[in-house]
């Protein structure tokens, strides 16, 4: 009797395929989690640079302090040098009042920048800032300054910019600093495209009036 020829079935094929997808899900599911990871590590690695900067003086960064120093000041002086630079765009003339001064390790001192918008319109910077040797950005401490808010000149305007500091008398025991006789506290304006814009008190506004 014969038989009728019979088709086999591969009950494989369907399962396998399945478990390709699958591995297609879990792959492309890693690659989108490693993306995003790596998007999220670059908006958060700005912040975290600042940071580190402010906390260790990496990079010449100076610190920040609210009082003059708690053992006052000490007989090794230093000289302190200042440097004014204005990024392209920004139309301002920007300069110290006095390019270098000596002081007193642990000295409070205040010194000014002048800066003048030469632009016929209100424009808006704001600046950077750092010391050189780098080495010594740690030992830089500033109580009042400028850069850490926008500048907003109006047209023709001329400021006055204090920045008060004094040398932290606990470099004296960074012998790698025996040496070191000048710091230089170097600034420099950004312009902010989209600056922030401040309502005028009525005072203000009339005064400004009275004086078209």
């Known amino acids: 009797m014969d038989h009728e020829p019979t088709i086999s079935q591969d009950v494989s094929a369907k ?12 792959v492309a599911s890693i690659c989108g989690g490693v993306v995003a990871l790596m998007v999220g590590a670059s908006y958060a690695a700005v912040p975290f640079y600042n940071w580190f900067c402010r906390a260790t003086g990496f990079n010449g ?9 708690a053992t ?8 302190v040098r200042f440097d004014s630079n204005v990024a392209p765009g920004l139309p301002w003339k920007f300069e110290p009042e006095q390019s270098e001064i000596e002081v007193n390790i642990g000295q409070v001192a205040t010194i000014f920048y002048t800066v003048t918008n030469q ?3 209100t424009t808006a910077g704001q600046a950077a800032y750092n010391v050189a040797p780098l080495t010594v950005g740690s030992y830089f401490q500033k109580i009042n300054c400028f850069c850490f808010t926008e500048q907003t000149m109006a047209p023709g305007e001329k ?22 006789s000048t710091i230089t506290l170097s600034y420099t304006f950004y312009p902010v ?20």
């Open 159 to 180: 400021r006055e910019m204090p920045v008060v500091f004094y040398v932290d008398p606990s470099i004296a025991d960074d012998h790698e600093n025996d040496g070191l």
């Open 15 to 26: 399962p396998a395929k399945r478990r390709g997808l699958g591995r297609d899900v879990v």
């Open 61 to 69: 960064t100076t610190q920040v302090a609210t009082s003059a120093p």
């Open 72 to 79: 006052g000041p000490i007989a090794r002086k230093i000289s």
């Open 193 to 212: 495209k989209d600056p922030v814009v401040k309502p005028l008190a009525s005072g203000e506004r009339d005064k400004r009036k009275g004086n078209l």
């Open 119 to 121: 632009a016929a319109r």
